[in-house]
């Protein structure tokens, strides 16, 4: 994509949606939007932007292909396990109640599995707090409804918990996956948010934002890390994704506390 193609580009998504290209990587970028092009049918960006800009619905379909949504339940198992075993029992002694931000929640694959590893932790009837956010307003739709969910998307939910917390879906006589039980459901609290824009609630004790920060550039990175701390109470941990570093930790005011896991400095 020329320089003054993409410039055009992002000037119409920003006018047209809000969203704020410049914040994101680049090439990564201008792959997405040549894909969403070539589908469309159209030949160009403004033959394209003049048959959706007046169409709400084409117009979400455009910005949720360019926010990434990919996950799965428990993705990285071994980071959830660590979770378990090491962050959760330091800050359940701090507070028997936590208070857990789930930022870009996508589909709820994120923080259903934190619902379920926090009722495995204490117990199924402790009232923690989990609010899940995301940018997508129809990935919060299906994430508030509870799937269906698939085959893939379950495959590293232990057993047990499969058993507890979900159910087949079935359509006539067609397996169409899997749904999340509604006393998990009730459990998580789904709002929309833009990161980059919307204010941070605060005083969480755990922040799970994993493989979302990656897409941005390293000038927002660092911003929403300082947001993040800003969240965090004292001794609160953030929770990044397996690829994810962050930088100067001492100078962001993060301590690690293992892979993946960053402690806000302070008490705790």
């Known amino acids: 994509m020329q320089v003054q193609e993409y410039n055009f580009v992002k000037l119409k998504v920003r006018n047209l949606m809000g969203l704020d290209l410049d914040c994101y990587k680049s090439a990564q970028m201008q792959r997405r939007l040549g894909s969403f092009l070539l589908r469309s049918g159209h030949s160009s960006w403004p033959s394209l932007f003049r048959a959706i800009q007046d169409d709400p619905m084409e117009l979400s379909k455009l910005k949720n292909h360019l926010t990434i949504n990919v996950s799965a339940f428990f993705r990285d198992p071994q980071k959830y396990e660590y979770l378990r075993t090491s962050i959760l029992p330091r800050l359940l002694k701090q507070r028997p109640t936590l208070r857990v931000w789930s930022a870009g929640c996508s589909r709820g694959h994120e923080p259903y599995s934190l619902a379920m590893t926090l009722a495995?932790?204490?117990?199924?009837?402790?009232?923690?707090?989990?609010?899940?956010?995301?940018?997508?307003?129809?990935?919060?739709?299906?994430?508030?409804?509870?799937?269906?969910?698939?085959?893939?998307?379950?495959?590293?939910?232990?057993?047990?918990?499969?058993?507890?917390?979900?159910?087949?879906?079935?359509?006539?006589?067609?397996?169409?996956?899997?749904?999340?039980?509604?006393?998990?459901?009730?459990?998580?609290?789904?709002?929309?948010?833009?990161?980059?824009?919307?204010?941070?609630?605060?005083?969480?004790?755990?922040?799970?934002?994993?493989?979302?920060?990656?897409?941005?550039?390293?000038?927002?990175?660092?911003?929403?890390?300082?947001?993040?701390?800003?969240?965090?109470?004292?001794?609160?941990?953030?929770?990044?994704?397996?690829?994810?570093?962050?930088?100067?930790?001492?100078?962001?005011?993060?301590?690690?506390?293992?892979?993946?896991?960053?402690?806000?400095?302070?008490?705790?």
């Open 120 to 268: 495995e932790a204490t117990s199924p009837f402790n009232q923690h707090t989990i609010l899940a956010t995301d940018i997508d307003r129809s990935a919060l739709l299906r994430a508030r409804a509870g799937g269906p969910y698939s085959a893939t998307d379950v495959a590293n939910v232990p057993p047990s918990m499969l058993e507890c917390n979900f159910s087949l879906c079935f359509n006539g006589t067609r397996d169409d996956g899997y749904s999340v039980s509604r006393s998990l459901q009730r459990k998580v609290t789904f709002q929309h948010h833009n990161l980059l824009q919307d204010p941070f609630e605060s005083d969480f004790d755990l922040i799970v934002c994993r493989n979302v920060v990656i897409y941005f550039v390293a000038e927002v990175k660092n911003i929403l890390y300082r947001r993040f701390y800003d969240a965090l109470r004292p001794g609160g941990v953030l929770f990044v994704g397996g690829t994810e570093v962050i930088s100067k930790t001492a100078s962001a005011g993060f301590k690690p506390e293992g892979v993946s896991f960053y402690r806000r400095n302070g008490t705790g």
